[in-house]
Each structure stands twice: as structure tokens, then as C-alpha cells.
């Protein structure tokens, strides 16, 4: 039985937010940062030009809850993903810039680790106009 690729696992995630946006409104929130993959590298080199930073997470939830400005979740597949020296280096600085960052293997864990966060109280941050 093959292992499904990290495309597949984030395809389903997405669907599966998608399926309980009901449920869970905040789920809107979910977007991804375009950080991986195979690319020409000509569309390499205007995506890094834009900012695209190697080893960022990618799901972003920019939805603040509990002590945390939001949610930053690195998937993965169910075996064989491992986290890379620049993406360990964004988790620490995203965790000491007050996110909740989170490795997860496969959708299903990234969809429990979602409801978790979702679950906990409203965290109200005021902002100046």
C-alpha cells in the first residue's frame, strides 16, 4: 500500500475544512502559503522575489485563539516526512512570536489538531485605528 504524497494529504485537509466551515465558520480562515513543490524556474525565482521564504509552514489559520495569535501547521505524510533545518527555524521563531505551530502526519491529524485549536476561547486582541 502506498504512502499518499503530501499533496494528497493537503487536498483532503482542505476539502474536509471546506465540508465543516459550517460547524467551524473560522475554518474560512484556512489558507496556504505556496512554499513547496517542483516548479520551472523561472515561476521559482518570481515566487522567491515575492517572498515566498523556504521552510514556512503550510497552513496558515490567522484565527487567535487561547494565548495565540494564530495557527501555523506543517504537514506531512502518515510515514515518511521529516521537518527540515529552515522549517524547524520558522517554528521557533513563529513560536516565539506568539503562534501555536504544529507538525502534523497526514490530514487527519491536521484536522484533529484544527478542532482542538477552534475549540479554545476567543481570544479578543485590540487593535488601534
Known amino acids: ?63 487567535a485563539r487561547g494565548t495565540f495569535f494564530g495557527l501555523r501547521l506543517e504537514l506531512k505524510r502518515t510515514k515518511g516526512g521529516r521537518l527540515s533545518e529552515h522549517q524547524e527555524a520558522w517554528h521557533q521563531r513563529l513560536r516565539r512570536q506568539g503562534y501555536r505551530v504544529c507538525v502534523c502526519q497526514g490530514w487527519e491529524a491536521a484536522a484533529a489538531e484544527l478542532t482542538a485549536y477552534l475549540a479554545q476561547p476567543e481570544t479578543r486582541v485590540v487593535v488601534a485605528a
Open 1 to 63: 500500500m502506498t504512502v499518499p504524497t503530501e499533496h494528497s494529504e493537503q487536498v483532503a485537509l482542505i476539502a474536509w475544512a471546506k465540508m465543516k466551515t459550517k460547524a467551524y465558520p473560522d475554518l474560512a480562515y484556512l489558507v496556504a502559503v505556496p512554499n513547496g513543490g517542483d516548479r520551472h524556474p523561472a515561476v521559482a525565482a518570481k515566487l522567491k522575489a515575492e517572498g515566498v521564504s523556504r521552510g514556512y509552514p503550510d497552513l496558515l489559520l490567522d484565527v
